[in-house]
């Protein structure tokens, strides 16, 4: 996670979402506070509403840390590996230390996690009244990378529109095998969505030590401010099988942007990229049967919005229960029922009102039919 908001509630530090108003703050507890606090317990963690007059500080926590001599700030945790950014202000050091600047004095790097020394979170008091502006198209979050699903948070800023044709040494065979597969998918996602995006889609492939920028290809040329698919292939010089689905589900998100201009809610384009990278419900059936049945689960239509402030477990149950509630639209109404309901996007005022006009069904009675078709396919 790369910023996390944490607030201090009576004298206890907890993470924080803020919204959907300035005024609200939800804090999370990964254990049971004192039960006289009140909070209510959620799948895999617990957490109380306020209002931010209750809460004494309001602070981000970005995890830095040094890489050889040199402050970096940790963007993306992907388990073994880090996913950094150098926070000198050296272009020339950064070179040296072998970071790759992907935007305008942007430098990244993917690193062994032992070769970042130091990890320390950073405090950053922020004034009370002022909520952070809501982007006004939230971040997708990214592929569920390794066992961290929820760590994926979104990449740099948008790149200026020049990231592209700067001699980066690539790595010719992966990057021609990468593109084959990319095409594969295309077709199969255009085929399955009815749907062929007019814009093209830029693809950033991160090695450790080098960093192939494939955007050049036909068919991909042109540099995405939102569109762009950017990928760890660490190691790998041909397609495996994961990278492969990584490919599939990040394209599945470039196709949903293009299509929904960005609007689409987060469980649907999460739950419609797992599925079509052959992802199903078969392993968290009974897990997320449970959590409805218990009544704690999280709504979907909380989970419209950006996922980058839920805390680990909560997000992990987030793309169960997205993956499945899209595999129940398509058991039901076929990827049609996907197809009709993006088109309804464009009619529609709101989200639910969009569901009701193409698949004759609101949040609750999804939640309900998610659960039965679970039981029923996965008993
Ligand atoms: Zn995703």
């Known amino acids: 996670m790369r910023f996390r908001q944490m607030a201090t509630y009576r004298g206890v530090p907890y993470e924080v979402g803020v919204g959907p108003a300035e005024s609200d703050v939800v804090l999370f507890a990964a254990c049971p506070p004192p039960e006289e606090l009140g909070f209510e317990p959620a799948t895999g963690h617990w957490r109380k509403r306020v209002i931010r007059a209750e809460v004494d500080v309001l602070w981000e926590s970005r995890p830095i840390g040094t890489f050889h001599g040199e402050a970096c700030l940790v963007l993306d945790d992907l388990g073994d590996r880090l996913h950094i950014v150098y926070l000198g202000k050296d272009a020339r050091r950064a070179r040296e230390l072998g970071y790759w600047q992907v935007d305008r004095g942007v430098f990244e790097l993917l690193t062994p996690r032992d070769e970042v020394t130091s990890l320390n979170e950073e405090k950053v008091e922020k004034s009370l009244p002022r909520a952070r502006p809501e982007p006004a198209a939230p971040p997708q979050p990214s592929y569920p990378y390794g066992a961290q699903p929820w760590s994926a948070a979104p990449l740099a800023a ?141 709504p979907l239509k909380n989970l419209e919005g950006s996922w980058t402030r839920l805390p680990a477990p909560a997000a992990r149950f987030a793309y169960a229960w997205s993956l499945a509630a899209v595999e129940s639209i398509i058991a039901t109404s076929g990827t049609w029922g996907i197809e009709r309901l993006f088109d309804r996007f464009d009619v529609d005022p709101s989200f639910e009102a969009a569901m009701r006009a193409s698949i004759q069904t609101s949040y609750a009675d999804l939640e309900r039919q998610t659960v039965t078709y679970l039981r029923q396919t996965y008993p």
């Open 158 to 298: 948008p790149a200026p529109a020049d990231a592209r044709g700067r001699g980066y040494p690539a790595e010719p065979a992966l990057a021609r095998d990468v593109l084959r597969t990319l095409e594969m998918h295309f077709s199969t996602i255009e085929t399955a969505l009815n749907y062929s995006p007019p814009d093209s889609i830029g693809v950033i492939l991160y090695t450790q030590d080098a960093f192939a920028d494939i955007t050049r290809a036909p068919g991909w040329v042109g540099a995405l401010n939102d569109g762009r698919i950017r990928v760890p292939v660490q190691g790998l010089t041909s397609v495996s099988d994961q990278l492969s689905s990584e490919l599939k589900h990040e394209l599945v998100h470039s196709f949903v942007w293009q299509k929904t201009r960005g609007r689409c809610p987060g469980w649907l384009n999460e739950g419609l990229a797992q599925w079509m990278e052959g992802r199903r419900s078969d392993r968290d059936a009974a897990g997320l049967i449970a959590a409805y049945e218990q009544g704690q689960y999280i």
